[in-house]
């Protein structure tokens, strides 16, 4: 993956946020882009502007709708890409949702929906894809997170979700290697995009206590870290240099990261009371 010029690149969730920011970001390094979403005006209008960064006059893009927790729509929508373009050298698994909130209202029909979206539809658009993948090998990136590898308060049924991508990302990793497959899964923190938006309109006031001095990433910048990943051909990728830290104080000291973040929520909860 040194070079993207003339490869395939699939991205799920491909229509904005971190997802379009890596279409784009494959696409100004010369590869043949799919783009899948549920909403049509979101990927035309993401079409478009892959269409208007081509880099060379035969590079080819399309967008497709996709449901990622249907399975016969992923099947559907992945067979007519690879009739398309053919079968991708790249995987970019990033369809996704949070909706942060305490856990008591956090409904079964959110949690199912989380799951389904987070976790199942990586499975489904993988199972869909590794059948061909498997005749010449390739790369697969499955989007996890920060609250991927740590507990992060509010966020329950969605690190429930990222740290099951984890798991299936680091088995696949294990397992599809023979294959030629190279498998990392990419733990972005905050970034800047449409769907951090709405998630900020309702978090916890702890929640949002404990990102606020986070640093905020650019979606095309965790694109270019995944990238970098990928030739270093990481199992973990993680963006950013705040990231990095926090990933490796909650493996080396993950006492010290537990007790920073119980402060941090104290701190509100006391003046929430008051």
């Given amino acids: 993956m040194k070079d993207l ?12 946020g971190i997802g379009r920011g890596i279409a784009e970001e494959c696409a100004s390094r010369g590869a043949d882009v799919a783009i899948f979403a549920r909403g049509q005006s979101d990927l035309e209008a993401a079409l478009t502007h892959l269409r208007e960064i081509r880099c060379r006059d035969t590079q080819k893009f399309a967008a ?37 909130r305490y856990f008591e209202d956090i409904t ?3 949690f199912d929906r989380t799951i389904r979206t987070n976790l199942s539809g990586v499975w489904y658009v993988t199972a869909s894809v590794v059948p061909h993948m ?20 509010g966020y329950s049924d969605y690190a429930a979700s990222k740290f ?16 030629g497959i190279t498998v990392s899964a990419l733990c972005p923190p905050d970034t ?23 640093k905020v990433m650019d979606s095309r910048d965790v694109a ?20 990095k830290m926090i990933y490796l104080a909650s493996r080396v000291v993950p006492r010290l990261v537990e007790f920073i973040m119980d402060m941090t929520i104290k701190k509100v909860q006391k003046k929430k009371k008051g």
């Avoid at 498997?134 to 308060?153: C, W």
Wanted: no cysteine; glycine share 10%; aromatic share 6%.
């Fill in 108 to 110: 079964i029909e959110q």
């Fill in 134 to 153: 498997k005749k010449r090998g390739g790369y697969i990136v499955n989007v996890s997170s920060l609250a991927g590898f740590m507990g992060v308060f």
């Fill in 64 to 100: 497709f709708q996709m449901d990622v927790t249907d399975s016969k729509s992923v099947d559907t929508s992945i067979t007519n890409a690879m009739e398309e373009l053919g079968i991708p050298d790249v995987l970019v698994n990033n369809a996704g949702l949070a909706r942060p």
């Fill in 224 to 243: 270019r870290a995944m990238l970098k990943g990928m030739r270093r051909r990481k199992p973990v990728i993680v963006a950013g240099f705040d990231s």
């Fill in 5 to 16: 010029m003339n490869k395939v690149v699939f991205v799920t969730g491909g229509s904005k």
């Fill in 192 to 214: 800047d995009t449409p769907g951090f938006e709405e998630e900020n309109k309702e978090k916890p006031e702890e929640t949002k206590a404990l990102s606020e001095n986070a």
């Fill in 164 to 179: 099951g991508v984890m798991g299936l990302s680091l088995s696949l990793r294990s397992e599809l290697k023979p294959s």
